[in-house]
Structure formats: structure tokens, C-alpha cells
């Protein structure tokens, strides 16, 4: 499990302050959501799929914890799991916490009181997610009946038009009697977020809450989740694949490759200092604004994911690594997540000592 995180920093933020220039203390006492040795694994005809491979975090209150990695890496699955919303043919071991609650262990109808109520997704199509025959401000109004029945249909009408106005919707009142085609991208996004805030979850994890939208989207759609964080204290899982979004916005970062946690730490310690090939890797494929691209041309990580059904021996990210020595340890010990110096940081590679004198830059000189 990763360690309780540091109680000396001041836990104020200065609001007019930009977030990635005043990065969240780390929060004290319990976490509220706590992942141990998570293993997710489907039967196929071709054998079997493991998706999720021995992944553990926490998640403290008003804390964004940064998931990153490629497609295929276990990263939804892992979020889905959480909710309880894998189909019955997925194989979960390990432990899920909330608020020492094992969810793993929860019958379905006890999950449903949570989901929703405590625990929140915006999924990552919204446009799929909404129901096309139900106004926007319907099904935000029935996600507040399904766990306050006790509310007045006027009630949940006027906290569907609250919510669409807490998230930048223009004209709440209006727009909550259109239906999801009525809206734009970046709108049907907004009401996805309004709609999992409508019971003031505990924790919301945004499953790339920012695909298919453009540049100038993204950035609203980000800044509505801030606000959301700054006025509910909720605790955020933000899934995505952009580094940028991550630099933005997250407290601190998991990468995850192969269904497993290769390294962690504060978004300091992942920019500044990281200390797995993987990681360095996916920043050395980030242009930088700094410097001239044909001098540093971009990174370009080798070869393709590997099959999660036939996952490599030993570290499975060995065949890709431009460190990796062969025969051993790289392809026949697999290196488990390590702490570093700092109580934060943690690698799983073999030689993540060595990888403390190898930078982004470094990466994209070999590159070249």
C-alpha cells in the first residue's frame, strides 16, 4: 500500500494561486478510498486476459490522484472495478476500501447505495453515456431520486438546473429540458460531471474526461472539475492518457503499464524526477516549447504494448526498454514497486537507481 503522505505541509491552497503552481499538500489521516493488491483477470477462447496485475494506491480526501498510461494498460478497468461494474465473467482479487468498507465482499444491491451516492463516474463517451430519449435535467433529476427519494419532484428539477449552472452550462433552466443531441461536446460533458456530483460523492473518478474534445474544451471541462473539487472536497481519479491534463491538475500520479503500477509519486517527482524507462519514455514524446523540435526531435517509444494474455516475462516492459539487460534480471525476475529515497516516489524496474541519471532529454538523444 503507499504510504500515509506527509501531515507538515499547510493543507490551505490559495485560491487565486493557478493549481500547478501551488500543488496540494499532501492529505493526512485515512485514506478514503484504499486499493490493495487489485488482480482483474476475464477467460477468452485465447486464454486469459490480465487486465489488472497486483495494483495498489490510496486516494485521500480533496486529493486528484493521476492515472496514466496506454490504451490497454488496465486503467478503466481498474476504475470499473472499483464501482463494481465489471461483468460477472471478470475474475477480482485483492482488496477495495472505501472508508474501511471491502467493496469486493459488498452484495450488488449494498454496491448500488454506493454508487452514485459515494462513489461517482463520468464515463469517457458521454454522448453514449446519456440516455437520447430523456431530457439532460431528467436523468440528473433521477440520479438524486434514486438516493434521495424523499425529495420533491420540484426539488430535484431545481438541483438538475443548480448543477448545470455550478458547471458552466449557459441558460440552466433552459437547458435542462433539451435532450442530449442538443448539446455540444464539451456540454455533454458538463452534465456527465453534473450528473455524477448530484448526491456530493465522497470520490469521483473521470475516466479521460477530456477525449474527443477540443484543445479550448479540455481546459474548461478541467477547470470545471477543479471548481467542483474546491466547493464538494471530493477526492478525484482522473484517467487519462495526456500527460498535460495530469500536469495540470493532479496532486499525484500512477503510471501504469501491462495492468500494473510502474511507478508513483507526486507530479514533481514523475516530471522532475523519474525513475522508470516507461515513464521517462512517455515524457521524452512530449514536445517541448523550450527549444527547437528539429535540434530534439521527439521520442518514440519501440515496438507496440504486449498482449495481455501473454504478458512477458520479467518486467513486461523488457522487449520496449532501450535499458533492459538480457538475459537477466529485465526478462526473468519481475521487479515489484519499490520505494525511493522519498516516502512518496516508488519504481518497479530493476535498475531504478541507475535511471536517476537518465533524463527525457537523454531519451530523445538516443532517439535521434
Excluded at 155 to 173: C, H, T
Excluded at 254 to 266: H, S
Amino acid at each position: 500500500m503507499t504510504p500515509n503522505p506527509n501531515t507538515d505541509l499547510d493543507p490551505i491552497r490559495d485560491p487565486f494561486v493557478p493549481r500547478h503552481k501551488q500543488r496540494a499538500p499532501l492529505a493526512a489521516g485515512k485514506p478514503v478510498l484504499a486499493v490493495d493488491d487489485l488482480h482483474v483477470r476475464f477467460k477468452t477462447d485465447d486464454g486469459i486476459v490480465k487486465a489488472v496485475d497486483g495494483v495498489s494506491f490510496e486516494v485521500y480526501p480533496n486529493e486528484v490522484v493521476g492515472i496514466v498510461g496506454e490504451s490497454g494498460s488496465g486503467k478503466s478497468v481498474t476504475s470499473l472495478a472499483i464501482l463494481g461494474l465489471l461483468p460477472s465473467s471478470a475474475e477480482i482479487k485483492g482488496g477495495i476500501e472505501y472508508r474501511s468498507k471491502n467493496l469486493v465482499d459488498l452484495h450488488e444491491r449494498e454496491l448500488q447505495k454506493l454508487r452514485g451516492n459515494d462513489l461517482a463516474m463520468v464515463f469517457q463517451d458521454a454522448l453514449a453515456a446519456l440516455n437520447p430519449v430523456f431530457t439532460v435535467g431528467s436523468q440528473i433529476a433521477e440520479a438524486v431520486a434514486v438516493h434521495q427519494p424523499e425529495m420533491s419532484k420540484d426539488d430535484r428539477r431545481a438541483r438538475a438546473v443548480e448543477l448545470l449552472d455550478i458547471v458552466g452550462i449557459p441558460n440552466p433552466s433552459a437547458r435542462a429540458d433539451q435532450y442530449p443531441h442538443e448539446y455540444s461536446g464539451g456540454m455533454r460533458q458538463r452534465a456527465m460531471i453534473a450528473m455524477a456530483l448530484a448526491n456530493d460523492p465522497d470520490v469521483l473518478i473521470a475516466d479521460e474526461p477530456t477525449t474527443a474534445l477540443d484543445v479550448t474544451i479540455q481546459a474548461q471541462v478541467l477547470e470545471v472539475l477543479e471548481l467542483v473539487q474546491a466547493r464538494t472536497n471530493s477526492a478525484i481519479i482522473l484517467i487519462t492518457h495526456d500527460l498535460g491534463v495530469v500536469a495540470g491538475m493532479a496532486d499525484r500520479v500512477i503510471v501504469m503499464y501491462a495492468g500494473q503500477a510502474v511507478e508513483t509519486g507526486t507530479v514533481d517527482q514523475i516530471f522532475y524526477e523519474p525513475r522508470h524507462p516507461y515513464t521517462i519514455g512517455l515524457l521524452a514524446s512530449l514536445p517541448r516549447l523550450d527549444t527547437d523540435s528539429t535540434d530534439m526531435p521527439l521520442y518514440r517509444i519501440k515496438g507496440q504494448p504486449p498482449s495481455l494474455i501473454n504478458v512477458p516475462s520479467g518486467c513486461p516492459f523488457h522487449p520496449r526498454c532501450e535499458f533492459a539487460r538480457i538475459p537477466s534480471p529485465c526478462a526473468t525476475e519481475r521487479p515489484w514497486l519499490e520505494r525511493l529515497s522519498d516516502l512518496h516516489h516508488a519504481a518497479a524496474c530493476h535498475f531504478k537507481d541507475e535511471m536517476a541519471n537518465v533524463s527525457p532529454d537523454d531519451m530523445r538523444a538516443r532517439g535521434s
